[in-house]
């Protein structure tokens, strides 16, 4: 990685990847839940890959799930926020 990215030095961009929410955490949607990091699955009204993003407003939980090599996986859903109409 040659010169800066975002502001940060290549030293210290390592330091921005990974979680970014918690369990419980209310969210808006567009908001990046992960960065940089395979660990993580999307499950629910989550969108991406490496970069996980909520499609959705709501709350965010975690779930584990045996995958296919009988490894646990981890998965990021939104259970979404219910609006009310008059």
Do not use: H
């Not at 990847?17 to 969210?27: D, F, L, P, S």
């Amino acid at each position: 990685m040659a010169g800066k990215v975002g502001g940060l030095t290549s030293r210290f961009y390592r330091e921005t990847g990974g979680i970014k929410v918690t369990g419980g955490q209310t969210v808006k949607a567009g908001t990046i839940l992960t960065r940089k990091g395979d660990q993580w699955k999307p499950g629910l009204n989550v969108l991406g890959q490496m970069s996980l993003t909520a499609k959705c407003a709501g709350e965010v939980y975690f779930t584990k799930k045996r995958g296919k090599s009988g490894k646990s996986e981890t998965y990021v859903n939104i259970r979404p926020t219910v609006v009310e109409t008059k």
